[in-house]
Each structure stands twice: as structure tokens, then as C-alpha cells.
């Protein structure tokens, strides 16, 4: 800035002597340095909770258990490892240890002839149509040895029948206590210590194990309300068959709409292009409306006022309208808004020269759409609706209010079934108090991140097949 | 096309002309019943989500005038009384909204800064590779489900906050726990969000800056930033609305039973204690067994009309700051 003083021109600046600059400037680096360090530790800090996440999961969802047994598992079977017993074991020790109820376990499970008369006939009559070990025909039920009666029960009862027989009623495992992995690896002596003080230890029948809560049979067998033989099946056959509904519904009416929204808005008419921006609006509002309110809608107009169709009533079935296809229809309604809005960014990719040259050989505009511009954009398409799966797969306050019921022991069979679904399951067992239920909501949290895992990984898969294919 | 047709043809007979034309007419022309239905169908596909918001509206209002019809409440007392408490008929929505508040609150002070200062560092300090590696990360984060996040408040943070404050001042349900979770499950989408609003702001505003002498700090505060505002802010919006509307992590860990707004026993803003929110109430009384037409079963709508238009503002207003204010380089 220049003054002009008696005629003298002198250069005023604002600059400061080097001595000042330079101390200035090493405060400003330092400031610079300050937000750096906080800018780091932000992004260090949402690196440490993802860790701690995951760690907070694995840490539940195995660990030592301090549990009391009506009878020790290693009297049950050799080495007391009920999970890796063959069907023969677990039959012998049924009928070793209970001889009489092993009789009623054949009788509700395999007999075909009427109560009274269980005892007196041959087994050939009682147990017809299942597999009969040779030599023990013309015998009734209370003539057979415990090895013969044993072969009966290994030969037609499922292991995982007879391992739910042993660990309700055979062993009756009761947990006392759980502990976190981390604990149970470095801290094993301090534990076994605190579990004989408190609970009196072999004494008291009282054993302490190492227990993964997430293990085969966890995830095959029906939902329980025991924590200790529950699984997830049920849940996770009700997730899959809500996203896979989910997904036939929301693919060809998301995709639809976004090939009108890119394709079809563009005319000549001023109506028709401002119609399509109305639409488009919309979604993008859609996308932002939070979860539960679908779930209000859903239970308004699918469980309610629809339940003549989603109940199943106008196929004869039986029951309310919170079924699978409620449920499904929901969701679908709640992941278009993302499916719309990555097609048609997937479709706005694709060249419009594309276009041209496949209207140029006179194609029509959908067999341009249809064979052109459709497989150029599908890897895009493909990723939203994955985006769109996860999110139908993770999202769990829709399905409460639409009043997924909780307590369901049997595994869904179809689109009119009552339903849980893991997410549900994780939030059921998470809000019960005791531990054990929230090491079975780890595991069961495992499940659900491997899933979403997966399903990421077919995304990728598909986006690099189709692109292969694009280009070969 | 066709007078251009005609034009160069012109030289040969006029029947000839007149045969091709029509013969070109008759191809152009051709009736294809299918395209029209399939473009039907596709409008149908687009129209379907005006209905869906119709019908968001239509059932949200029809079933809250029921319940303000029934005589038990109006909409005076709705707004205006301290308590939420449907089995002494007392339904002043205020108690909800105050603990939704809170807990938007706690999750903005932690993803506000942090967000923004991991979005600063992607865009301003990272290394390529290390961004190419941290973005995919920061997505985990926010593809991982919600009750997921529910059970990691109630698990972990819970007990840590109670480790810190003590076992008597911090309750197992509690508000602080909820939203300080909320605000890492909504970090990602404010540091994606505002990363993309910060590395559209051209080089040469930067350059410039550098060269009249600003340290690097100097730049993205006093240029960068304040460049890609309306987009750091819309993100900022975009959280709080996701906060607002966030269900599972309040329903594990927030607690059960609404707060008393004022009077004698008024609870509502104590940050280590219980209070339930809107979607934490809505989520409760639906989970049980919920008979049709009962106060309980209408109330739930009129809250959730009530966090729709909070969140539909919320989403409005963002747009319009991206839509107005969006400074666009060439």
C-alpha cells in the first residue's frame, strides 16, 4: 500500500521485520502441526471403534463358561464332547442312561401303531416304514437288549435330534457364568479360582470350559428358548427368504424406474420432463426418510389393510399379516430408493454413442435399451442392488414394528410363514439381561457380518465378470 | 428427412417418388403395441415411489387424526405437556423429542469434528495409497447394521463410560452412551459427504493461496473450507437427519420409558440417564403384542408423523443449501 507524504512516495507495508516474521511463521507451522495431529487422530479415532467393534464381538462370542451339569458330559460320551459324538454314541448313552425314557423317545418319534398297544406288538408293525436292524422283528419294545434298543434309535433318529435329547434333558448344562475370550486366554488361573469360590467348583458339579458360542450346530438348529442349545436357522432362513423376495420385487421396479427416469424423461413434451423431475425428487427425499417409518407404513397397509393377500387367506391359509411377504414387500419399498439411484447413475455412464450407432442400425428405443444399454450398464446396477440387499439384510427397526414375531421355534417354509430374522434376534437376545444370551447375539453377529461380507464379495465378483465380459 | 428425400430423388418419376415414400412412411410408422406397454410398465416403476410417499403421508395423517380425535389429547397438550405416559393418557410428545434431541446431540459432537477432521485428511493430507486404503475402511464402517452398533454401546461403551464416571453416576441405559455410538456409526457418511465437497474445490484456489504466503493449515481453513461449505454443511444436515431417525442403537441402549420434560420429577437432560426416544418408543410398543385401533397402536403414528416432518425438513433443507449455495468451478 503506498501514501504520498510531502511529495515523498513511501512504501508503507504491513509486512513485519524478519525477526517477528520468523517467529511468527514458526507459530503458524506449529498451529498447522496442532490441527494435523487432530486431523490424524480423528481418523485414527474411527479406525480404533471399527477395531473395537469387531474386537467387542469376537471378545462375547467365545470364552470360558462356568456351568453345572445334572450329568457330566464325560459320562455321556468319551472325552465329554457332546458336539463331535457319532449318532451310535449318543444312542448308547440315551439308552445306558435312560432306559425308559429312551423307549418313549421311540415311541413319539417312530411309532405307527396307537399307544396302548406300543408295548405288546412286534416291532415289525411298530416301527413299519422306518429302518428295522436285522434279527429283532417278531420282538416288542421291552424284549430288546440296550444295544439292540440302541441300534433302533441310531439307525432312525437324526444326530441332531438325539444331541438336543442329550443336552436338554441328558446333561441339563445351566450356565453359571460367562467370560470374555480376552479373560479367558490370559486371566485362566483367576477365573477357575473365582468360579471354585463362588460356585464350589467340581464339588458342586460345577465345571468350567472353553465354549465357541459360535459353532456348527449353532447354526443349524432351530431357535430355542434355552441359550445353550439355541440356534439361528430359524432367524437366518427368515432373512433369506425376506431378502430374496425383497430382491425379485425391488430389482425390476427399481431398474424399471431408473430406465424411465434417464431413458424415457427426455421428450418434447415440457409435461412429461417435469413429471420425471417430480419423480426424481421424490426418491432422493425417499432416500432420506428414516427406516422405521417404512416399517409404519408397511404395518399400516401390508399387515393391516393387505392381510387378505399377505396372510395367505386368499390361498386357504390361516393366520395374520405379519408374514415373509409383509416383511418383503417393506423392504423393498425401503432399499428402491437406493437401487433407483445407483441405476440410473450406471445407466447415465454408458455412452450415448452406444445409443446412436445401435438406433442407426434401426433398432428400436427398448431393444436399445434392452440389449444395448442394459448389459453396458448391468455391473453398476448389479453393485446397487447388493447396496440395496446389505441394507435389506442389516435393517432391523422396519421388521419389529411390522411385528416380527420372536418366539417362533419353527423354521419358515414360504412367503405366508410368521417370521424372525437375524437382526431381530441379535436385538431380542442383546436386550436380555443375562450374559449367556449376549454371547449367543456375538455369534449371531458373526453370522450376519459374514454374510454381509459374502454378498459384498459377489458384488465385486460380479462387477469384474461383467466387465470381462463387456470388453471380451 | 423426407423433403430431403424428395429434394434428391426430384430427377426421377413422381410415381416412383411417391411409392418409396410411402413404403418408408409405412415402416417409420408401424404400430409396436409392445414398446408402448413396456414404456407403461416403466412409468408405472417411476410412479411407484410418488405413491409410496402418498402413501407414507395418507397413512401417517389418517391414523394421527384418529388418535387426536379420540378425544384424549389435543394438539395444545401434544406439544405441550411433560409427560408421555399413554396408560395415565398423558401424551405430550415433548418428553420424546427432547431425548431424540439429546441423542443427536451427543452423536454430532462426536461425528461433527471427527468426520470433518478425517474427511480434512483424505482430501488435504493423504497420501494416494493411503486414502485408496482408508476409504474402503471408513465404508465398512458404515455398511455395518445398526443393531450391530447397538449391541457395541451396550456392550462396550456403556460399561467403559461407567468404568470412567463410576458405576453410580452413569445408569446402564443412558443417553450419552447411545448417542457418542451414533455419532461413530455417523462419522463415515459425514466424512464421505464432506470429502467429496473438499476435493471439488479446485487446485488453483490452493495454489493461489499458497502463493501469497499461507501455510498449508491457512489454506484449508481459510480457503478450502469455507469453498466447500454448502457441501460440508449439507453433509452435516444429512447426519443429524440420519441421527434423528436412527432406531436401534437408542432401543438397546438409551433405555426404556420417557422422560418427565418439567415439574417435579423432571429427568429429561441428564446426559448418564435413561430416556427413550421417538423411534425407541415407537420400536417398543410395536414390538409387543399391538391390537389395532387402540390409543396405543394410533399414537404410534402421530410420533411418526412427527419424525417425518423432522426429518423431511431436515432433508429439504440440505438440498437447498447444495441446490443454492454450491459454488461451482470450471
Same mark, same amino acid.
Given at each position: 500500500?503506498?501514501?504520498?507524504?510531502?511529495?515523498?512516495?513511501?512504501?508503507?507495508?504491513?509486512?513485519?521485520?524478519?525477526?517477528?516474521?520468523?517467529?511468527?511463521?514458526?507459530?503458524?507451522?506449529?498451529?498447522g502441526?496442532?490441527?494435523?495431529?487432530?486431523?490424524?487422530?480423528?481418523?485414527?479415532?474411527?479406525?480404533?471403534?471399527? !477395531?473395537?467393534l469387531?474386537?467387542?464381538?469376537?471378545?462375547?462370542?467365545?470364552?470360558?463358561?462356568?456351568?453345572?451339569?445334572?450329568?457330566d458330559?464325560?459320562?455321556?460320551?468319551?472325552?465329554?464332547?457332546?458336539q463331535?459324538?457319532?449318532?451310535?454314541?449318543?444312542?448308547a448313552?440315551?439308552?445306558?442312561?435312560?432306559?425308559n425314557p429312551?423307549?418313549?423317545?421311540?415311541?413319539?418319534?417312530?411309532?405307527?401303531v396307537?399307544?396302548?398297544?406300543?408295548?405288546?406288538?412286534?416291532?415289525? *408293525?411298530?416301527?413299519s416304514?422306518?429302518?428295522?436292524?436285522?434279527?429283532i422283528?417278531s420282538?416288542?419294545?421291552?424284549?430288546l437288549?440296550p +444295544?439292540?434298543?440302541?441300534?433302533?434309535?441310531?439307525?432312525?433318529?437324526?444326530?441332531?435330534?438325539?444331541?438336543?435329547?442329550?443336552?436338554?434333558d441328558?446333561?441339563?448344562? *445351566?450356565?453359571?457364568?460367562?467370560y470374555?475370550?480376552? *479373560?479367558?486366554?490370559?486371566?485362566r488361573?483367576?477365573? +477357575? !479360582?473365582?468360579?471354585?469360590? +463362588?460356585?464350589?467348583?467340581?464339588?458342586?458339579?460345577?465345571?468350567?470350559?472353553?465354549?465357541?458360542?459360535?459353532?456348527?450346530?449353532? $447354526?443349524?438348529?432351530?431357535?430355542?428358548?434355552?441359550?445353550?442349545?439355541?440356534?439361528?436357522?430359524?432367524?437366518?432362513?427368515g432373512?433369506?427368504? $425376506?431378502?430374496?423376495?425383497?430382491?425379485?420385487?425391488a430389482?425390476?421396479?427399481?431398474?424399471?424406474?431408473?430406465?424411465?427416469?434417464?431413458e424415457?424423461?427426455?421428450?418434447?413434451?415440457?409435461?412429461?420432463?417435469?413429471?420425471?423431475?417430480?419423480?426424481e425428487?421424490?426418491?432422493?427425499?425417499?432416500?432420506?426418510?428414516?427406516?422405521?417409518?417404512?416399517?409404519?407404513?408397511g404395518?399400516? $397397509?401390508?399387515?393391516?389393510?393387505?392381510?387378505?393377500?399377505?396372510?395367505?387367506?386368499?390361498?386357504?391359509? *390361516?393366520?395374520?399379516?405379519?408374514t415373509?411377504?409383509?416383511?418383503?414387500?417393506?423392504?423393498?419399498?425401503?432399499?428402491?430408493?437406493?437401487?433407483?439411484?445407483?441405476?440410473q447413475e450406471?445407466?447415465?455412464a454408458?455412452?450415448?454413442?452406444?445409443?446412436?450407432?445401435?438406433?442407426?442400425?434401426?433398432?428400436?428405443?427398448?431393444?436399445?435399451?434392452?440389449?444395448?444399454? $442394459?448389459?453396458a450398464?448391468?455391473?453398476?446396477?448389479l453393485?446397487?442392488?447388493?447396496?440395496g440387499?446389505?441394507?435389506?439384510?442389516?435393517?432391523?427397526?422396519?421388521?419389529?414394528?411390522?411385528?416380527?414375531?420372536?418366539?417362533?421355534?419353527t423354521?419358515?417354509?414360504?412367503?405366508?410363514?410368521?417370521?424372525?430374522?437375524?437382526?431381530?434376534?441379535?436385538?431380542?437376545?442383546?436386550?436380555?439381561?443375562?450374559?449367556?444370551?449376549?454371547?449367543?447375539?456375538a455369534?449371531?453377529?458373526?453370522?450376519?457380518?459374514?454374510?454381509?461380507l459374502?454378498?459384498?464379495?459377489?458384488?465385486?465378483f460380479l462387477?469384474q465378470?461383467?466387465?470381462r465380459?463387456?470388453?471380451? | 428427412?423426407?423433403?430431403q428425400?424428395?429434394?434428391?430423388?426430384?430427377?426421377?418419376?413422381?410415381?416412383?417418388?411417391?411409392?418409396?415414400?410411402?413404403?418408408?412412411?409405412?415402416?417409420?410408422?408401424?404400430?409396436?403395441?409392445?414398446?408402448?406397454?413396456?414404456?407403461g410398465?416403466?412409468?408405472?416403476?417411476?410412479?411407484?415411489?410418488v405413491?409410496t410417499?402418498?402413501?407414507?403421508?395418507?397413512?401417517?395423517?389418517?391414523e394421527?387424526?384418529?388418535?387426536?380425535?379420540?378425544?384424549?389429547?389435543?394438539?395444545?397438550?401434544?406439544?405441550?405437556?411433560?409427560?408421555?405416559?399413554?396408560?395415565?393418557?398423558?401424551?405430550?410428545i415433548?418428553?420424546?423429542?427432547?431425548?431424540t434431541?439429546?441423542?443427536?446431540?451427543?452423536?454430532?459432537?462426536?461425528a461433527?469434528?471427527?468426520g470433518?477432521?478425517?474427511?480434512?485428511?483424505?482430501?488435504e493430507?493423504?497420501?494416494?495409497?493411503t486414502?485408496?486404503?482408508l476409504k474402503?475402511?471408513?465404508e465398512?464402517?458404515?455398511?455395518?447394521?445398526?443393531?450391530?452398533?447397538?449391541?457395541?454401546?451396550?456392550?462396550?461403551?456403556?460399561?467403559?463410560?461407567?468404568?470412567?464416571?463410576?458405576?453410580?453416576?452413569?445408569?446402564?441405559?443412558?443417553?450419552?452412551?447411545?448417542g457418542?455410538?451414533?455419532?461413530?456409526?455417523?462419522?463415515?457418511?459425514?466424512?464421505?459427504?464432506?470429502?467429496?465437497?473438499?476435493?471439488?474445490?479446485?487446485?488453483?484456489?490452493?495454489?493461489?493461496?499458497?502463493?501469497?504466503g499461507?501455510?498449508?493449515i491457512?489454506?484449508?481453513?481459510?480457503?478450502?473450507?469455507?469453498?466447500?461449505?454448502?457441501?460440508?454443511?449439507?453433509?452435516?444436515?444429512?447426519?443429524?437427519?440420519?441421527?434423528?431417525g436412527?432406531?436401534?442403537?437408542?432401543?438397546?441402549?438409551?433405555?426404556?420409558?420417557?422422560?418427565?420434560?418439567y415439574?417435579?420429577?423432571?429427568?429429561?437432560?441428564?446426559?448418564?440417564?435413561?430416556?427413550?426416544?421417538?423411534?425407541?418408543?415407537?420400536?417398543?410398543?410395536s414390538?409387543?403384542?399391538?391390537s389395532?385401533?387402540?390409543?396405543?397402536?394410533?399414537?404410534?403414528?402421530?410420533?411418526?408423523?412427527?419424525?417425518?416432518?423432522?426429518?423431511?425438513i431436515?432433508?429439504?433443507?440440505s438440498r437447498y443449501i447444495?441446490?443454492?449455495?454450491?459454488?461451482v468451478?470450471?
Amino acid at each position: 500500500m503506498a501514501t504520498v507524504i510531502d511529495g515523498e512516495p513511501e512504501i508503507k507495508t504491513f509486512m513485519p521485520d524478519e525477526a517477528a516474521f520468523k517467529r511468527g511463521l514458526a507459530g503458524r507451522k506449529t498451529r498447522g502441526l496442532v490441527w494435523q495431529i487432530f486431523f490424524i487422530a480423528s481418523i485414527v479415532i474411527a479406525l480404533l471403534a471399527l !477395531a473395537a467393534l469387531f474386537l467387542n464381538v469376537v471378545n462375547s462370542s467365545f470364552g470360558l463358561v462356568a456351568s453345572t451339569f445334572e450329568i457330566d458330559p464325560d459320562e455321556v460320551v468319551e472325552g465329554g464332547d457332546l458336539q463331535a459324538a457319532s449318532a451310535e454314541q449318543l444312542a448308547a448313552a440315551i439308552v445306558r442312561i435312560r432306559p425308559n425314557p429312551s423307549k418313549v423317545l421311540v415311541r413319539d418319534n417312530l411309532s405307527s401303531v396307537p399307544t396302548n398297544e406300543f408295548t405288546t406288538r412286534p416291532l415289525s *408293525d411298530v416301527l413299519s416304514g422306518h429302518t428295522i436292524p436285522p434279527g429283532i422283528e417278531s420282538k416288542t419294545i421291552n424284549e430288546l437288549t440296550p +444295544e439292540e434298543l440302541g441300534a433302533v434309535l441310531a439307525a432312525n433318529l437324526s444326530t441332531d435330534t438325539m444331541l438336543t435329547y442329550v443336552s436338554a434333558d441328558i446333561v441339563g448344562e *445351566d450356565v453359571l457364568e460367562t467370560y470374555p475370550l480376552f *479373560d479367558s486366554l490370559f486371566n485362566r488361573g483367576a477365573i +477357575e !479360582a473365582e468360579v471354585i469360590e +463362588e460356585f464350589g467348583g467340581e464339588a458342586e458339579n460345577v465345571e468350567v470350559y472353553f465354549r465357541s458360542w459360535l459353532r456348527p450346530s449353532f $447354526i443349524v438348529t432351530k431357535q430355542s428358548s434355552d441359550p445353550i442349545a439355541t440356534g439361528i436357522s430359524t432367524a437366518l432362513l427368515g432373512t433369506l427368504w $425376506i431378502v430374496t423376495i425383497t430382491v425379485l420385487i425391488a430389482f425390476p421396479i427399481g431398474v424399471g424406474a431408473a430406465i424411465y427416469l434417464e431413458e424415457y424423461s427426455v421428450s418434447k413434451n415440457p409435461w412429461a420432463e417435469r413429471f420425471a423431475r417430480v419423480i426424481e425428487t421424490n426418491i432422493r427425499n425417499l432416500a432420506g426418510v428414516p427406516s422405521i417409518i417404512y416399517g409404519l407404513l408397511g404395518l399400516a $397397509i401390508f399387515v393391516r389393510a393387505l392381510s387378505a393377500i399377505t396372510s395367505g387367506a386368499f390361498l386357504g391359509l *390361516d393366520g395374520n399379516g405379519r408374514t415373509i411377504l409383509s416383511a418383503s414387500l417393506t423392504m423393498a419399498l425401503l432399499v428402491l430408493p437406493v437401487i433407483i439411484i445407483n441405476a440410473q447413475e450406471a445407466i447415465r455412464a454408458v455412452p450415448s454413442s452406444i445409443r446412436e450407432a445401435s438406433y442407426g442400425l434401426g433398432a428400436t428405443r427398448w431393444q436399445t435399451i434392452w440389449k444395448q444399454v $442394459i448389459p453396458a450398464a448391468m455391473p453398476g446396477i448389479l453393485t446397487g442392488t447388493i447396496l440395496g440387499m446389505s441394507r435389506a439384510i442389516g435393517e432391523t427397526a422396519p421388521l419389529v414394528v411390522i411385528g416380527a414375531s420372536t418366539a417362533i421355534f419353527t423354521d419358515p417354509n414360504g412367503p405366508f410363514s410368521s417370521f424372525t430374522a437375524l437382526p431381530i434376534q441379535i436385538y431380542q437376545w442383546t436386550a436380555r439381561p443375562q450374559p449367556e444370551f449376549r454371547a449367543v447375539a456375538a455369534a449371531a453377529i458373526i453370522v450376519l457380518l459374514v454374510l454381509l461380507l459374502l454378498l459384498n464379495a459377489t458384488a465385486i465378483f460380479l462387477r469384474q465378470y461383467f466387465r470381462r465380459q463387456l470388453q471380451g | 428427412m423426407a423433403t430431403q428425400y424428395e429434394t434428391s430423388a426430384s430427377k426421377s418419376g413422381a410415381n416412383t417418388i411417391r411409392a418409396t415414400r410411402d413404403a418408408r412412411t409405412t415402416i417409420y410408422k408401424r404400430p409396436r403395441p409392445g414398446e408402448s406397454a413396456i414404456q407403461g410398465f416403466l412409468i408405472f416403476c417411476g410412479l411407484l415411489s410418488v405413491f409410496t410417499t402418498l402413501g407414507i403421508v395418507y397413512v401417517l395423517g389418517s391414523e394421527a387424526l384418529l388418535f387426536f380425535s379420540t378425544g384424549a389429547v389435543d394438539l395444545v397438550e401434544f406439544f405441550t405437556a411433560p409427560r408421555w405416559q399413554p396408560q395415565s393418557g398423558e401424551f405430550g410428545i415433548m418428553p420424546l423429542v427432547s431425548a431424540t434431541l439429546m441423542t443427536t446431540l451427543f452423536a454430532m459432537l462426536v461425528a461433527i469434528p471427527l468426520g470433518l477432521g478425517a474427511a480434512i485428511y483424505l482430501a488435504e493430507y493423504a497420501p494416494e495409497r493411503t486414502r485408496a486404503t482408508l476409504k474402503p475402511i471408513l465404508e465398512i464402517l458404515a455398511g455395518i447394521p445398526t443393531v450391530v452398533y447397538g449391541y457395541f454401546a451396550l456392550t462396550f461403551m456403556t460399561p467403559l463410560l461407567r468404568a470412567i464416571f463410576g458405576q453410580n453416576t452413569v445408569s446402564i441405559y443412558n443417553v450419552a452412551s447411545a448417542g457418542l455410538v451414533m455419532g461413530i456409526m455417523i462419522l463415515p457418511t459425514i466424512a464421505s459427504m464432506s470429502e467429496d465437497a473438499l476435493s471439488a474445490v479446485p487446485r488453483n484456489l490452493r495454489e493461489a493461496s499458497y502463493g501469497l504466503g499461507a501455510t498449508k493449515i491457512e489454506t484449508i481453513l481459510k480457503v478450502v473450507l469455507p469453498a466447500a461449505l454448502s457441501g460440508v454443511i449439507a453433509a452435516f444436515i444429512v447426519g443429524i437427519s440420519r441421527a434423528v431417525g436412527e432406531t436401534m442403537i437408542v432401543a438397546l441402549a438409551a433405555g426404556a420409558g420417557p422422560c418427565i420434560l418439567y415439574g417435579a420429577n423432571s429427568n429429561c437432560f441428564q446426559s448418564f440417564g435413561a430416556a427413550e426416544t421417538m423411534t425407541g418408543h415407537i420400536v417398543r410398543i410395536s414390538g409387543g403384542d399391538l391390537s389395532y385401533n387402540s390409543i396405543d397402536y394410533n399414537s404410534l403414528f402421530a410420533i411418526g408423523l412427527t419424525l417425518f416432518v423432522f426429518t423431511l425438513i431436515l432433508n429439504l433443507i440440505s438440498r437447498y443449501i447444495t441446490n443454492r449455495f454450491r459454488e461451482v468451478y470450471q
